[in-house]
């Protein structure tokens, strides 16, 4: 067979396999379709499906057919993140910013603290941090990664919970949009290259100026030639911030963080996130889970993550608990948020996949966040909506 015909394979699995789980074994509840494209791609991978059957794993993803599919997994997941910054509202935060401030600031910093004092213990032993990483940058994404929310994930379990246009549901938009932009920053501090900080200062004083002029354009355009223009500026603030050393994933959030919603139809934004959720982002599921690795030995990486799982979900849930406290919210409005906010999947596997591009975390350590994030992504829904049905005048509390 020719490379196109076994490329066309390989989509057939990756499309095929996820759904049936997804829709067979109705796993909406505990899983929705996402996190079975996540799971079905470490299932595909070298460490499962391609260790018990190499045969097949050196036909279908042979490295001609690897590099089609990064392709295409490259360009899903710079879409993915734009949108995620194009969504970021400063606005109501800066209305509401005692509150978010509080919120988000624990809620970001007690998990980061907890994931921090889990990656020291992992540096105990050895192949965990990656070759290139200095102590401080293991540390600083272990934690980090402990840290995150994924605010297009979460967008996507609250319209589930029926929460999303409610009043609690834009409270938590605001929290997860002001520690997203921590994170993005936390990043961009660790990838800072000292030998190419001249690039990287330029990129950063040419994406203002552009940046601005750009603003002005889309201003000016009409609404339907404004997404187009959206994806060549996409494609170049990408490619400026790889070009700086601090990789296209920094350039793509940023492309989208100065970008207004309210220039675009929010229907067609919510539609067009869908729809790369649906033919594109399964590409980079299969690809994430591609790079998942067991050298170390499948007991040594399963702890790893049942620690930083404990690390992650933990800090999430004592720092809102102590938000609650401070800003006196009644009894079980921080353990919903708390829940909520701590959803990991799709911004913590971006993430994370950086920090290995960037050989700061080894593909042991990424496959043990990786079984992180999952897991606490499942654990959201069944936990969060009982709670909710108990207490549904939460929903419509303001602050």
Not at 6 to 21: K, N, Q, R, S
Not at 223 to 240: P, T
Not at 251 to 260: T, V
Not at 299 to 308: D, G, R, T, W, Y
Request: a positive charge; hydrophobic letters at 60%; charged letters at 15%.
């Amino acid at each position: 067979m020719n490379t196109t015909e076994i490329f066309l394979i390989a989509m057939t699995i990756i499309f095929t396999v996820p759904y049936l789980i997804w829709r067979v074994g109705k796993t909406d509840y505990y899983a929705p379709l996402v996190v079975v494209q996540i799971i079905t791609g470490i299932l595909l991978g070298p460490g499962i499906l391609g260790r018990a059957f190499p045969d097949y794993y050196s036909f279908v993803f042979n490295p001609a057919v690897v590099q089609s599919l990064n392709g295409i997994a490259w360009w899903a997941v710079m879409l993915f993140v734009c949108i995620a910054g194009i969504e970021l509202d400063l606005r109501k935060a800066w209305a509401h910013r005692r509150e978010s401030t509080i919120t988000a600031g624990l809620a970001l910093g007690t998990p980061l603290l907890f994931g921090c004092i889990a990656a020291l213990g992992l540096l105990t032993q050895d192949g965990w941090m990656g070759p290139k990483a200095l102590t401080w940058q293991f540390v600083l994404g272990v934690g980090m990664a402990c840290a995150v929310t994924a605010l297009p994930i979460l967008i996507l379990l609250m319209e589930k919970l029926e929460v999303l246009r409610q009043p609690i549901g834009q409270r938590i938009l605001r929290y997860a949009s002001l520690d997203d932009i921590a994170i993005w920053g936390v990043l961009a501090l660790i990838l800072m290259d000292w030998e190419r900080v001249g690039k990287q200062v330029a990129f950063l004083i040419a994406f203002a100026v552009f940046g601005y002029a750009f603003r002005r354009l889309m201003l000016w355009l009409a609404e339907r030639d404004r997404w187009y223009v959206a994806l060549i500026w996409l494609a170049a603030c990408s490619f400026g911030a790889d070009w700086a050393g601090l990789h296209f994933m920094v350039g793509a959030f940023l492309a989208g963080a100065i970008m207004e919603a309210e220039w675009f139809d929010r229907e067609q934004m919510d539609l067009l996130r869908h729809h790369v959720l649906l033919v594109m982002m399964p590409v980079f599921f299969l690809s994430t889970g591609l790079r998942t690795n067991w050298t170390v030995g499948g007991e040594a990486v399963f702890v790893a993550a049942a620690v930083l799982l404990v690390a992650s979900v933990a800090g999430k849930l004592i720092g809102v608990q102590i938000a609650g406290k401070l800003l006196r919210w009644v009894p079980g409005e921080a353990s919903i948020i708390g829940w909520l906010l701590q959803t990991k999947a799709l911004i913590m596997i971006i993430f994370v996949n950086i920090l290995l591009d960037k050989q700061i975390i080894t593909s042991e350590a990424f496959t043990a966040l990786l079984l992180m994030a999952i897991a606490s992504t499942m654990l959201t829904v069944p936990l969060v909506a009982p709670k909710l049905a108990r207490m549904k005048e939460i929903i419509f509390r303001n602050n």
